[in-house]
């Protein structure tokens, strides 16, 4: 079954700082600021560094792979 309104990690959707992610958790560019305790705005930064790498959507909306944002949080990104 496709869920399409599903967030990954249960409950309401979100992480605590500094939560591990799973390799298949999809994250949205607001989880990954919480993930990585930076505010919204320095994600899009993130991208440009090379650091985050988004996941492409139907609708241009900015995902990640929850484990690809766990590495840049243990790394110290």
């Not at 496709?2 to 607001?30: F, I, K, L």
Request: net charge negative; proline share 5%.
């Amino acid at each position: 079954m496709n869920d399409d309104n599903h967030e990954p990690g249960g409950g309401d959707g979100r992480r605590t700082a500094g939560q591990a992610s799973s390799s298949t958790d999809v994250v949205t560019a607001e989880q990954a600021a919480e993930i990585l305790e930076v505010v919204e705005d320095r994600i899009p930064v993130m991208i440009e560094e090379g650091l985050l790498d988004p996941i492409g959507t139907p609708d241009g909306s900015l995902r990640f792979l929850g484990v690809d944002v766990e590495a840049v949080r243990l790394q110290g990104g």
